[in-house]
């Protein structure tokens, strides 16, 4: 079974320059979520999406940060314009109800630098 | 909202040494808890999870048991290996039913180093 998929792996750019991150779940499971893990930080949700819907985006910076599943496969995170504080590891994840809990699956992340 | 405490880090052992990294958490109603690990230059893994009070869970040599008196998730090993240096994130999830869909808020990590 393939794992998340997440590209790119590495960023790089300056601020106040935008930035987008993509993420394909594993095939069948319906809930994806978005993470920002900060260095020497655990990860912080910053958005989940069952189906094509929104779950719950209450700690995404919305003025600055975008995310879609418009078909409710893949998805797409985006920073506009970015800041030197998002520079961090974002986290694609995809879940299935198993045995009374979700168990999440993560991809290998994005890591991005802001300079 | 819940929150999810660890015990600072980092931890370093020697091989066969006995580990115990803390984890308690504050939240409402009837949460899940999870460890997940990190080792170096991947990425986050599932390690084991309970699902009700007194449950407990297994992988690898490691186990933790769900001690809702205490609100604890302890991880411990008995002989730890240089095999299980990585980061070691302990997690909470809101119950299963109603509109949570399992998101998982995370501890901040303790960083474990085992020498030969």
């Known amino acids: 079974e393939a794992g998340v998929a997440q590209s790119p792996r590495y960023k790089i750019i300056e601020k106040r320059q935008s930035v987008a991150f993509w993420c394909n779940p594993i095939?069948?499971?319906?809930?994806l979520y978005w993470y920002q893990q900060i260095l020497g930080q655990g990860p912080k949700l910053l958005i989940q999406?069952?189906?094509?819907?929104?779950?719950?985006d209450s700690q995404l910076p919305k003025d600055r940060f975008s995310a879609e599943r418009l078909k409710g496969v893949d998805s797409t995170l985006k920073i506009q314009p970015a800041k030197l504080e998002d520079s961090a590891v974002y986290l694609c994840?995809?879940?299935?109800?198993?045995?009374?809990?979700?168990?999440?699956?993560f991809g290998p992340g994005t890591r991005l630098t802001v300079t | 909202g819940n929150s999810v405490t660890q015990m600072e880090g980092p931890v370093t052992l020697s091989e066969e040494a006995f580990l115990t990294i803390n984890c308690t958490y504050t939240?409402?109603?009837?949460?899940?808890p999870f460890w997940y690990v990190q080792y170096p230059g991947e990425g986050l893994q599932l390690l084991l999870k309970?699902?009700?009070?007194?449950d407990k869970g297994s992988n690898k040599g490691f186990e933790a048991t769900y001690r809702k008196e205490t609100t604890s998730f302890h991880l411990e090993k008995g002989s730890v290996q240089v095999s299980d240096s990585a980061v070691y994130f302990c997690?909470?999830?809101?119950?299963?039913?109603?509109?949570?869909?399992?998101?998982?808020?995370f501890g901040q990590g303790t960083i474990l180093t085992v020498h030969p």
């Open positions: 999406f069952q189906n094509n819907g929104v779950v719950d």
């Open positions: 994840a995809s879940s299935i109800l198993t045995s009374g809990s979700y168990e999440q699956y």
């Open positions: 997690a909470l999830s809101p119950n299963a039913g109603g509109t949570s869909y399992g998101k998982l808020t």
């Open positions: 095939s069948g499971h319906a809930t």
């Open positions: 309970a699902t009700k009070a007194d």
């Open positions: 939240a409402t109603g009837y949460p899940s």
